[in-house]
């Protein structure tokens, strides 16, 4: 009951009203009393005074006859009391009630001191006589200043004491039914009073279970009204704080999240607070398992560990880059202590710098490989121009000769320079591509062809295996014939004597495994993973295969950068940028071009082409 507001205020006024309206009774009822035997005292006492009075004298106590015990009957039956006269000795000389001569001396009574010694007395006590208990007045009666008895008279206290039990009985009930109003408009004030506070409580638990539209309406312009107005303000300017922290949270959480760069927080304690999917996918782990784990747990490496610890004790940045795992990532690890924003905590960027180096890698071995292939023929004509300044201009066959060959280097470095300014076109997208429905013939027959001769003086068997009812092709003819023909000449060129060069063309329209019918079984020739085509749609899938020396393992995720060559020592001529315009020649088709092989068995470009050009494999 006392855990409400409303009977903590309403049962403290109840109680102090109860102790009042009581603490009132006992002393009206004390009051009434006294006033009532103050009033039956100064009663008692004219009636005495007039007693007295009208005594004149009294007779000797040895010459006392019947006359006082009859006077004092005959003053007792006019006013209503009791009446007795006393000699100056406290001897009893009349009674109007009992027998005088059984009666004790009366000069010690109470009543009679204090009329001896005040001029007047009184007590109230228990009468034996009686039985009951008695007001006595008593008065001295004087004859030339000398007290010759005592008149006294009394009155039971019987009345008196019915008529103030009865006025008692009246203000119990009246302090009763007053402590009752009272206590109900307590009961109705606390209540009144608590129920705003009430309402208050419950928006603010609406608010504290996530309802921030909870107001209140103001009923009072009391302390409780501006509470309520005031609440409403707080309550406003809290949700729009709460809308703007979220909507600054979710554009964090975007901004993580997309974030190609890891980002990791801690605590001082080591302990993980904050992980994007970057970070989870940098350190092979994921953000549930990672969020509360220590961080040496969650990186498990010994020198993005120490980096940490050392920006932990030395209070400023650190970084350094880090090659980890199989994959040999090469991560940039920067960690920042955030004491400014978040006291106590680092923040540990993870970049990961793996592309990067790769195109250096790249760039580095373009630049090589550049260079390479132009020594070549500026050292040939180097030697030529020599030869010729030395003398041989004098020797015209031979003059001759060093002039062809010349020429012929010239053609090469033209050749070198029209592939790049040709692969530099394609890549930013100055070529045009005259893209049409095309039949598959007349891409692949024609360069097929073309190359046959070669292979047969290679000693080499090229076959073509076209399926029936193929689909016409969107392609630009005359870019996939240099396409396939750079392909199968590839094929040729790594191919010894008595080896064999396939070209097979199939239509794939749905699923992960391609199949080749023979007869009434299918045998699985190729299975596609989501590195080879992007978009499963219907395509044409051209293989061009061999069983020339292959290419290794290390060297085949390159084969298709500028200038590369797995083997240059086998590798003939050729500037090494042939598959490399290939493949952008097939990207602009919206196909995907990739190679599977084995060293000293052999290798397969697949090439996957659209039969739709709003599709792409």
Known sequence: MFRTIRWRIAIPYILLILVSMLGLSIYLSSFVRDVYLEDLRAQLAAEARLISESLVELPEPDEATDTLNQQARAYADLLDMRVTIIAADGLVLGESHEDRAGMDNHLLRPEVQQALAEG??????????????????????????????????????????????????????????????????????????????????????????????????????????????????????????????????????????????????????????????????????????????????????????????????????RSGVITMGRDGLFIQVVVTPLWDAAPGTYLVVLQDLTEVRRLETVRRDFVSNISHELRTPLASLKALTETLRDGALEDPPAAHRFLNRMETEVDALTQMVRELLELSRIESGQVPFDIRPADVEDVILLSVDRLRPQAERAGLELNVELEAGLPPVQADVERMQQVFTNLVHNAIKFTPPGGRVSVHVMYVEDGDTVTRRHGDKETPILSLSPGHLVTWSPCLLISVSDTGVGIPAQDLPRIFERFYKADRARSGGGTGLGLSIAKHIIQSHGGRIWAESTEGRGSTFYVALPISPSNSC
């Open 120 to 317: 007047q007395g009184s007590s109230i006590r228990y009468s034996r006589t009686v039985g009951y208990e008695m007001m006595y007045v008593a008065l001295p009666m004087e004859t030339d200043g000398e007290v010759i008895g005592f008149v006294r008279v009394a009155l039971s206290l019987q009345q008196v004491e019915e008529n103030v039990a009865h006025l008692r009985r009246t203000i119990l009930l009246t302090a009763l039914l007053a402590a009752v109003v009272a206590g109900s408009l307590a009961v109705y004030l606390a209540e009144r009073t608590a129920r705003p506070v009430r309402r208050l409580t419950e928006a603010v638990q609406e608010m504290a279970q996530g309802d921030l539209s909870a107001r209140l309406l103001p009923t009072t312009q009391d302390e409780v009204g501006v509470l309520t107005r005031t609440f409403n303000t707080m309550a406003e300017r809290l949700r729009e704080t709460i809308l703007t922290l979220t909507e600054e949270r979710g554009r964090l959480a975007a901004v993580l999240e997309n974030m190609a760069d890891g980002a990791l927080i801690t605590d001082d304690t080591g302990h993980v607070r904050l992980i994007n999917p970057a970070a989870a996918r940098i350190f092979a782990t994921d953000i549930e398992s990672a969020l509360g784990r220590s961080f040496a747990e969650v990186a498990r490496d010994h020198r993005i560990i120490a980096l940490w610890q050392d920006c932990r004790e030395r209070c400023d940045e």
